[in-house]
Structure formats: structure tokens, C-alpha cells
């Protein structure tokens, strides 16, 4: 009964997952309005967040046609739980992810569906260093997914893509490369799928940099190119082509990426403008006057040239060089839920996560320390909506709970079993909801003994994703201060310098200073401030 119920989470996500586009992070932030605020129509769009790079589109747009847009940006997990449940209709006209194709899978959401209009596509495709795909001999020629894994299992060269499960880019690559290993030439099957696991395993062996969302991915490879993050930088990308363009337009990396499409076939996102069924006769109506003004060739030729991204309609522009075979997308949820659990328990390299959490006795009470313990329990399987299920400690995952107060407290290690998680998953839950509030807040000394732990589980196992999460409600009241973390961050050995520090912000946290921590180590900042500290926390999950 468990695996059905899985299967049957599984289908009711991934239905959603890749569709709902978030990668460009969360969806903390307010909306964009574009257009003319004296409009008739008001369109509102649930979108992914990597579509606010077309608001000068949009805004000639609402002056073309009367029609003002507010895109409502979401994180992936969140936009597909929005759709599944319904709720999505309550605020919003329309959806606009990168795909429709996995609505297939769950005839239900595909109800709540109208008229969908492709409006332009971008390919999933990696991208390597030109001196590392020249190196190769991937230059000038075609190459295939076969080698790519050869050459990634042979530890040949590195690259970073995001979590299949949080981001569309990396879920398409995982479906991609598992579809032409298989050398099917159709919709992979479930044991199609379980056959290729050797060599996807070789496949993720080169994969050295995870993030949650396609743009933070892009930002990371950028600091560790130029330096200004302290990791080691990483060969490649596997991420949306018309991405990789961009960052070669742009100038921000130090050597162009020569982008590598594979000659057996990629996934494409086609990002579909899919009015509601519920809308109303008006938006609908809106819906269909904007679609066809984004499609008209003028039109078309600016969101190539701005966004880098393909033209839905054929011939307005020259078909690109290196254009690829489209692989079909798995028609089952059940080849859905063997690709991700392989990915997460056999597959990706097993992660590592010291959560380092704020007892002192400014937790006090239901709203703080009692969120961290349901925080906590959520991660250890208690959540049971559909984005706790991709967010619960994973198999072979290890799990550190460092607790300080006014020093650090005593840390507790826990290895997720591969095969049965969930007493491993209780006792994470158990220890959470011991944390008792009590001293002073010593956030420094807390990082630093996390770095400490670090230090000996990384000497013990390298061969992990390690990352610390700092959870605090307050500023540093004891112990050292930033400046001495200042020093600490920069004087840390190579093998912590990859180990970046996720922070949230929560209760009277000192923003600036965390925000300091996060750029010291190459992680980044989630604000638990104006958004449950529960969903922070799964929020993170895709970045560790």
C-alpha cells in the first residue's frame, strides 16, 4: 500500500512539477503588473518565475491590446500543489509554466485546463567551458547522451543542475538521458527506466553543484567562475539553453560555454500561455487577444532577442544550429515516481545537512520554537501535502541537529536508511521536538562548530552535497561576532570552502548580517518573516 499511495503522489506532482516553471526560485515576492494600469482587462497569470525576464514583451503588449498582465510568480512544488488542489482558480485567469505535457498525467488537473497557446520554446541542453568541450572533442561535432555519461562517470569534467523534483530543467535532463540510454525511441516504461540505472549513476557521478531553481544554478556557476564565491568552480551546466545564451551574451563568465545538444534527443519546454476553465468569459477573451499579439512575427523576433529563447512560430526566424530530435516525455506515473526515487536514492550523490538551530530563550513559545519542531516533523514525514512528499529527508541522506543557545549544544547524526527511512525519519522528528529555549543567542559560535562537524564528516565520507542551514530569531547576543566570522569564512580549509550556509530569517534575525553569512559561503537567504517557518524549511530542500 505504501508504494501505491507514493505512485499516487507522484502523479498527482509530477503532473504538475516541471510545468510550473519556478526556476527562478520561490514566489516570496509581490507580483509583476505590466501594461497600462488604465487597461480594460486585467489578466491574472500564475507563472513561472523565470518569465519576469519578459516584461518589456509584455508591457508593448498591454499596449497593444488593452490587456495589463500581473504575473504571479511561484516556486515549482507550490504552483503544482496550487493547480492540483484547485486553488489556483481563486486568484488567477491563467497559468504560464514552461510545460503542459505532464498535466497528461493527472486527468483531473488537465480539467481545470482551457485553451493553451505555445508561445516560444528553449531546449534543455548542457553546457561546458569551451576548453573543457574542446579537451573532449565535443566540438564541431555531434556527441550523444551515451557519452556525456561515459565521460561523467569517467570524473572527466564537472557541471551543476538543479533538483528534478523542485526544477523543470533538471527534471527534463533526468528524463532526457534515462529516455536515450534506454534506446527506446518511445515513452520510457518503468522497467526501462530501472535499466538505465548503472548508467545514470555514472551519468550524476560528475555532477559537483545542486540548487532549487535554474537561475540560482546560474548565479552560483557565475561566482564560482569569477571567484567571488569560495567554492570550487564547476566545468558546466545543464540548464535551459536559451539560459546558457544568455550568460554567453551577457559576458558574465570568464570562458564562453559551448553548448552541447545531445544528438539522441533533448525535453523542451514550449511554455504554454493556458487560460483557466474557470476564467471568466472576459479573461478568456483577454487570454485569446494576448496570445495572438505574442505570436505575431515582430512579436516573436523580440522574445528571441531578448530572452534568447525559440520562436512557437515556424519560420519567423532560421532554425537554429544543433537543433536535436525531441524525446517523448514518460506517459505513466509510474515511470515518473522509478526516475525520481532512483534519482534521490541511488542515483544523485547522497547529501549531507548540519542543521544548525536557534534554542535560546527568545524561542520561546508556540509561534517559535513550536514551529521549529513541526518544521522538523514535517522534513521527518508529517507534512502529507503534496510538496512535504519531495521534501522529507531522503534515503542515505545525513542529518546533523546542532542546537546552541548561548554556546553550542550537543550535535546528534542521523543516516536515513536507503530501504526503510522511516525510523531513521522519527528519530530526527524525536529530537526536534525535545529542543527546549533556553540562554543566550550565539550564532557564531554555532556556525563554527558546524564547520567543525563539518570538517570530520567530509574527512570521514567525501563523497557528498554538504550544506548547513543556520535557523536564528535574533541577533548574536554571546560568543564571537561577525567579524570574527568574517575572518573564520576566509581562513577555512579547502574542503569547507564548497560548504555554503542557507539562513533564515525569522523573528528579529539581523537581515543584513545573515545576508553577509550567506554571500561569505555561497548560500542564500529564505525569509520566514512574512511565510510559514514550515515551508522555509522545504523550501531549502532543494537546495541541499
Known sequence: MRAVRRIAVVA???ALVAGCG??????????????????????RVLAGSELLDLEP???????????????????????????????????????????????????????????????MSSPVVLGLRRSVAERLGWVGRPVTWAEISAAAGARQFTYGMTDPSASNSGFSAVVAVATALAGAGSALTREQAESTVPALRDFFAAQTLAAGSSGFLQEAYVRRATGADPGEPVDGLINYESVLEGMNAAGTVPEPLELVRPADGVVTA?????????????????????????????????????THRRPAVPGVLPAPA???????????????DALLTSYFDKLRRPSRTIYVL?????MAGDERIGALRRSLAGLAGADPSLTGQYR????????????????????QTFTVAEDDPGPDRQRIADAGAALQPDGGTAIYDGLQAAYRIAEQQIAADPDRFTSIVLMTDGENTSGADIEAFRLFAGARPAALREVPVFCVLFG?????????????????TFDARTAPLAEVFKEIRGYV
Not at 22 to 39: I, K, M, T
Not at 89 to 111: K, T
Request: charged share 25%.
Open 270 to 306: 514550449d511554455y504554454p500561455f493556458t487560460v483557466l476553465a474557470a476564467a471568466s468569459p472576459e479573461a478568456k477573451d483577454a487570454h485569446r487577444r494576448l496570445a495572438e499579439h505574442l505570436r505575431t512575427p515582430d512579436v516573436q523576433r523580440a522574445i528571441a532577442e531578448r
Open 508 to 524: 528579529e534575525t539581523d537581515a543584513e548580517e545573515m545576508e553577509e553569512v550567506a554571500r561569505l559561503t555561497g548560500g542564500r
Open 322 to 336: 544543433g537543433t536535436a530530435v525531441e524525446l517523448p516525455f514518460p506517459a505513466q506515473a509510474d515511470v515518473v
Open 22 to 43: 519556478g526556476d527562478g526560485g520561490g514566489g516570496d515576492g509581490p507580483g509583476l503588473a505590466v501594461g497600462p494600469s488604465d487597461a480594460p482587462v486585467t489578466l
Open 12 to 14: 498527482a506532482v509530477l
Open 358 to 362: 536557534d534554542t535560546s530563550g527568545s
Open 392 to 411: 522529507r529527508f531522503r534515503g542515505r541522506e545525513q542529518v546533523t541537529l546542532l542546537p546552541f543557545s548561548t554556546g553550542p549544544g550537543s550535535p
Open 57 to 119: 514583451v509584455l508591457a508593448e503588449a498591454g499596449a497593444a491590446t488593452g490587456v495589463r498582465i500581473e504575473l504571479d510568480p511561484v516556486g515549482t512544488l507550490d504552483g503544482a500543489e496550487a493547480v492540483a488542489s484547485g486553488t489556483a482558480e481563486a486568484g488567477h485567469d491563467a497559468i504560464w509554466f514552461s510545460s503542459n505535457r505532464y498535466l497528461a498525467l493527472q486527468p483531473a488537473a488537465q480539467a481545470r485546463l482551457g485553451t493553451a497557446t505555445d508561445i
